[in-house]
């Protein structure tokens, strides 16, 4: 079994090669959370204080509580916005058919259309894993189209 320490520091190693890919093109991801100092600050706190019952996320509320709405400090859960993306997977499936056809992930190798294709059409019943991939596939896409040397590119060809 993983410890806490243990998995943000896998996570935190995969977000490092993510900031170095994306570095490469101009547009670094960054991680805050993920910092050595920050996790190391975490990891000292008490683990009956990062975590309890009827508290969600305590340690980010106080973090947060010079900077957050009061209402967004006062949640006792986490937002639960399944039927929502759902209901917008449905209503905008020609939109996300659309981006695929251009797709530059797709063009450069990057992305299955035809997998995506099947996630469009079928879901929601593909459920979670098919969500998750047309999520990552609809954001990946955007960055890429809004990098300045497409965009640079994009006009030359015109």
Same mark, same amino acid.
């Given at each position: ?12 190693a ?40 009827? !508290?969600?996320?305590? *340690?980010?509320?106080? $973090? ?5 709405? @009061? #209402?967004?400090?006062? +949640? ?22 659309t ?25 929601? !019943?593909?459920?979670? *894993?098919?969500?998750? $991939? ?5 954001a @990946? #896409?955007?960055?890429? +189209? ?13």
């Amino acid at each position: 079994m993983s410890t806490p320490d243990s998995s943000v520091r896998t996570i935190a190693a995969s977000v490092d090669g993510v900031r170095v890919l994306t570095g490469r093109v101009g547009a670094p991801v960054h991680a805050p959370y993920l910092d050595d100092h920050v996790v190391a600050a975490c990891l000292a706190v008490r683990l009956d204080q990062r975590a309890a019952p009827g !508290a969600y996320k305590p *340690l980010t509320r106080a $973090a947060m509580r010079p900077v957050m709405p @009061a #209402e967004c400090l006062e +949640r006792t859960t986490k937002g639960e916005f399944s039927a929502d993306i759902y209901q917008g997977l449905r209503r905008h499936r020609d939109q996300l058919l659309t981006l695929l056809d251009g797709s530059l992930l797709v063009e450069r190798g990057l992305a299955d259309a035809t997998a995506l294709r099947r996630a469009c059409v079928r879901t929601p !019943a593909e459920g979670v *894993l098919g969500v998750m $991939a047309l999520d990552v596939f609809i954001a @990946a #896409e955007n960055w890429l +189209r809004a990098l300045p040397a497409y965009s640079a590119q994009e006009e030359s060809c015109a």
